[in-house]
């Protein structure tokens, strides 16, 4: 069942600065079924145009108006849907109303119709807008709450694994990814993932494992060259690092970039002792 009211996170600080990839390929999305963030454009109008997920798509692709116009067709404060609820939360999020978005998860998670599914959809968007006040603990009980409710989605895994990884739990981390990559071994997020908290965790090796599995097209990426480069670095391979950082996309990620400069000022130094 699909579901794209579900919403993943953005982490703001510079431990682990996901950018993340349009994806063209579902097999490699282990979020495919649940959140339309890493969806490319050719994907999004293949979408089954049901009653909300037309909504959904079109204030995900911008379209805010288009898609609470088409929502309020259905309004109705005795409506028990709780799906039309967190639909219309999640299309008020969108749109930057985040008080808005806090009342209609409210309601869809006090719906007399919510189901397990509805109420993990809520949780978890709850859980990203407590993350995005930088209400840590209230997003990590909401991320859990969700994952407990149904423990089938897997984006409320994904979200408490980067909130992990922000705050320096690698292990725990590394845990919720990889029982993710059963179902998408090659999600390139999943892997970036994990090889940057085995890297931060100093886990050189363990880290380059994972790396070395991400497809050589979305290796450019900044955020993904720039923590291969560092575990490249750690694990003594400087040309191989240097390589790596001169291939790196640029970015307006300005916590990557001056991760990148000093990378890249720590390479040359190793680089230029080697040939004394």
């Not at 293949?46 to 995900?60: A, F, M, R």
């Not at 116009?69 to 930057?96: I, R, T, V």
Request: aromatic share 12%.
């Amino acid at each position: 069942m699909k579901v794209f009211t579900i919403i993943m996170i953005f982490l703001s600080s510079c431990a682990q600065k996901t950018l993340f990839t349009e994806i063209n390929d579902e097999r490699k999305d282990v979020l495919a079924h649940e959140s339309l963030i890493r969806y490319s454009k050719g994907r999004i109008l293949n979408l089954e145009k049901s009653l909300y997920v037309k909504s959904i798509s079109q204030c995900y692709s911008g379209d805010v108006k288009e898609g609470l116009k088409d929502l309020m067709q259905f309004y109705n404060p005795e409506n028990e849907s709780a799906e039309y609820w967190n639909a219309l939360a999640s299309c008020y999020y969108y749109k930057g109303d985040i008080i808005k978005s806090k009342f209609y998860y409210g309601l869809s998670l006090n719906s007399k119709k919510s189901t397990q599914l509805t109420k993990a959809t809520a949780l978890n968007n709850l859980g990203v807008i407590y993350l995005s006040n930088s209400q840590w603990a209230k997003a990590n009980l909401h991320f859990k709450k969700a994952i407990n409710t149904a423990k089938h989605l897997k984006t409320p895994v994904f979200n408490l694994a980067q909130l992990q990884l922000e705050f320096g739990h690698y292990q725990s981390s590394i845990n919720y990814l990889n029982s993710l990559l059963s179902s998408a071994p090659e999600d390139i997020d999943v892997l970036a993932a994990i090889g940057t908290a085995y890297v931060l965790d100093n886990k050189p090796k363990e880290a380059l494992t994972y790396f070395t599995k991400i497809d050589s097209e979305f290796v450019k990426r900044a955020d993904i060259a720039t923590y291969y480069a560092f575990a490249l670095y750690k694990d003594g391979q400087y040309q191989f690092s240097n390589e790596v950082l001169s291939n790196k996309e640029n970015s307006n990620n300005s916590d990557i970039n001056t991760m990148a400069k000093q990378l890249n000022e720590l390479v040359a130094k190793k680089l230029k002792e080697l040939e004394k």
